[in-house]
């Protein structure tokens, strides 16, 4: 079982809908969480990271923790076309190095 | 503002051939780290540097070694290359960690 868990997808949303992106993690010692995008090809670019319980707001994305469930999710309101790519959940402990899920794929239809 | 550069972009190397990355890091920071995502994967940890120290060490093939330098540039050399290694290799600054734009590393 892989330490971080996500659906792969493909999820797809309309064009201006909540796209909404789901992360579980097996080791109760993670303390930080973060939310990458990334496109074909490309590197994985920091969307949102959050630390504590509840939830952390950074414009049309909210990233929610619940250590309780060790769960940690994306949303992403008003979807634009410009957000179909693949989204990495990763987590750390005291120790830094970052473990990834397998990433969910976005596709927002026009 | 000043991004973790990585050169080169991309890299062909043949079988059982030596390859070298670098990662520079945001400028004043003291921590890199290295992952290989190969395709349709998501990124591994390799390893990370911590002035200049080896910090951590994840699943990095006994072939590839890597050093932090003075500047706080790294390079990963990979040696006696594999069809296998054939991935995108990244470097990552200090946390929250921001990923330079990768080498493509196509071994054949």
């Known amino acids: 079982q892989k330490e971080v868990e996500q659906n792969s997808g493909p999820l797809s949303v309309p064009e201006g809908a909540i796209a909404s992106l789901n992360c579980t993690y097996s080791d109760r010692g993670s303390q930080s969480f973060f939310w990458y995008r990334q496109y074909s090809g490309k590197s994985p670019e920091l969307i949102m990271f959050i630390y504590s319980n509840g939830d952390k707001e950074d414009g049309r994305f909210t990233a929610q923790l619940n250590k309780a469930s060790q769960y940690v999710s994306l949303l992403i309101r008003d979807s634009q076309p410009s957000d179909s790519a693949t989204y990495l959940c990763a987590v750390n402990r005291d120790d830094y190095k970052l473990s990834f899920g397998a990433g969910t794929t976005v596709t927002v239809r026009a | 503002a000043a991004g973790v550069i990585q050169s080169p972009r991309h890299l062909i190397k043949e079988k059982r051939e030596t390859a070298t990355l670098k990662c520079y890091p945001i400028?004043?920071?003291?921590?890199v780290y290295w992952y290989q995502q190969g395709p349709g994967q998501d990124p591994q940890f390799l390893i990370s540097?911590?002035?200049?120290?080896?910090?951590d060490k994840g699943s990095i093939p006994d072939r590839f070694s890597a050093q932090q330098f003075s500047d706080y540039h790294s390079e990963l050399n990979m040696s006696s290359l594999e069809l296998g290694d054939s991935a995108l290799y990244f470097c990552?600054?200090?946390?929250?960690?921001?990923f330079g734009q990768g080498t493509r590393l196509t071994v054949v």
């Open positions: 990552a600054s200090s946390l929250p960690q921001t």
């Open positions: 400028p004043r920071h003291d921590t």
């Open positions: 540097f911590y002035e200049k120290m080896q910090s």
